[in-house]
């Protein structure tokens, strides 16, 4: 009994020892990429759902590094191929496209994961300014 | 009447029962009303409109601390939340009291987060107006009010609008309610549609008042849009009324006068049937006509065919006068 009273203590101190601080670091978020080949899943035209009514499916656009190509034959932000940029790589709120021979274009995005798809929803007027569309790409696998 | 006075002074439960009942009804009792309107039946384009609600409030319990509101229903085309001034007097103020545009997103009481437009939509309606294009707007006095409690009293709203030079058709709106109870409850507030409205403006008439052979959204649009052209076989007599597929023949004119024409019947032209008799197809103005790069178009001249393209449909049901869209923004 006295042996036991003295190895517990012990045993105890030892495990108290063997504590040590752990080191938390938090991890950063990580850079978007859009790199890939895009295709129009989804299209609103002020809140109204068109995608089963207007054939989107000639639409897609590539973006490569800092650049992009696009293949249309639906009204989109820009008609011809050219550069971009996100305004933040982390948190993409904006991009910025620059077409051939014309002057950079700030657009509205959003980068959701839903569902296990990443997309992006790219919000532009590309008539009348009071007339909102709202494509949600997903990219072609 | 007098027995069953006679019968519920016969037994005291009931008695009680009935003065209970009064003091409920007396104490949620309260009212807004829009007793009339003054409402001129026609405006020239871009001239300003002035529209008077008499309005009476009764109360039960005294209130502190409580806004007036005003919402009017116009097309969006009018920029009403820049171009309107309203304005009331009452037995309870003194002098003109002044009301300002509340702005959008501002939630308003009891709306579960909705803001004024979003919940009287919601809740009352767009007043039968047939096209997209139309907006509530709605303003709160400036100052708040206290009410006593059993008083009924009068107000006066002068309604000031500046119309756009638009040829419009449409049916105005008004409600009237508190910044306290919003639209909980119809006791609460009240809304009036005094019928159709016409603006004698510039341009083809949009008509939100009457079922169109033919209608279009968006109302404003450019040809570098998707434009949505309606077709409703079931308006008036037309050769299409019955017809199993519908197309569309459109010819686009462009801003140096030139004319571009698609009047094929194959896929790219076939309308789609999503309601008996009604029809639309959506379009992408440039594409379809194939506009050279550098050119835009300005309007479009359309009729509606069957298969053979033989029989044509235009805006008086038949083949004597296109249907017209003139490209705009507003």
């Known amino acids: 009994m006295k042996k036991i009273s003295i190895l517990i203590p012990a045993l105890m101190l030892m495990m108290f020892w063997s504590c040590s601080r752990e080191k938390f670091v938090v991890p950063g978020e990580a850079s978007k990429s859009v790199d890939g080949t895009w295709k129009i899943v989804k299209a609103l035209r002020n809140g109204t759902d068109l995608t089963s009514r207007f054939d989107f499916s000639h639409f897609s656009i590539t973006f490569k590094d800092s650049s992009y190509s696009i293949d249309s034959l639906v009204p989109f932000a820009v008609e011809k191929n050219g550069t971009y940029r996100l305004d933040d790589p982390q948190y993409p709120f904006r991009m910025y496209i620059k077409q051939q021979d014309s002057s950079e274009k700030p657009i509205d995005i959003q980068y959701p994961f839903t569902d296990g798809v990443r997309s992006i929803v790219i919000s532009f007027s590309p008539g009348c300014t009071s007339n909102t569309y709202q494509y949600t790409l997903q990219k072609i696998n | 009447m007098p027995s069953v006075i006679k019968y519920i002074k016969a037994k005291p439960w009931l008695k009680v029962a009935v003065v209970l009942l009064l003091i409920v009804i007396v104490i949620v009792g309260c009212s807004i009303t829009i007793d009339s309107i003054d409402q001129p039946d026609s405006v020239n384009g871009g001239d300003t409109f002035n ?36 304005t009331f007097t009452s037995d309870i103020t003194t002098g003109v009291q002044k009301m300002s545009l509340i702005p959008a997103g501002t939630a308003a009481p009891q709306g579960s987060g909705r803001d004024w437009p979003t919940l009287i939509t919601d809740v009352i309606g767009n007043g039968g107006n047939l096209l997209p294009g139309w907006e509530w707007v709605a303003f709160y006095s400036d100052a708040a009010y206290s009410v006593g409690g059993n008083v009924e009293f009068g107000v006066t709203v002068n309604i000031s609008v500046k119309v756009s030079q638009d040829n419009v058709s449409f049916k105005l709106g008004y409600v ?47 040809d570098n849009d998707i434009l949505t052209l309606g077709f409703d076989g079931g308006i008036i007599d037309n050769a299409l009324q019955d017809a199993s597929d519908v197309y569309l023949c459109l010819k686009g004119v462009t801003d140096d006068g030139d004319t571009l024409d698609v009047c094929r019947q194959d896929s790219t032209t076939l309308l789609t049937q999503y309601s008996i008799k009604k029809w639309r197809i959506d379009i992408w103005p440039r594409s379809i006509l194939n506009v050279p790069e550098g050119k835009r178009l300005e309007s479009l001249l359309y009729y509606f065919t069957d298969k053979t393209g033989t029989i044509k449909v235009g805006k008086t049901g038949d083949d004597s006068t296109p249907f017209t869209y003139t490209f705009k923004c507003q």
């Open chain 2, 51 to 86: 529209t008077t609600l008499h309005v009476t409030i009764s109360t039960n319990t005294s209130a502190d601390n409580r806004k007036f509101m005003v919402a009017v229903l116009v097309p969006k085309m009018w920029n009403t939340a820049k171009n309107a001034t309203i």
């Open chain 2, 176 to 222: 009237v309610a508190n910044n306290s109870d919003g639209l909980s409850d119809p006791q609460y507030y009240a809304s009036a549609f005094p019928g159709c409205f016409r603006v004698f403006g510039t341009g083809d008439l949009t008509d939100f008042c009457n079922p169109q052979l033919s209608s279009t959204d968006p109302l404003n649009a450019l």
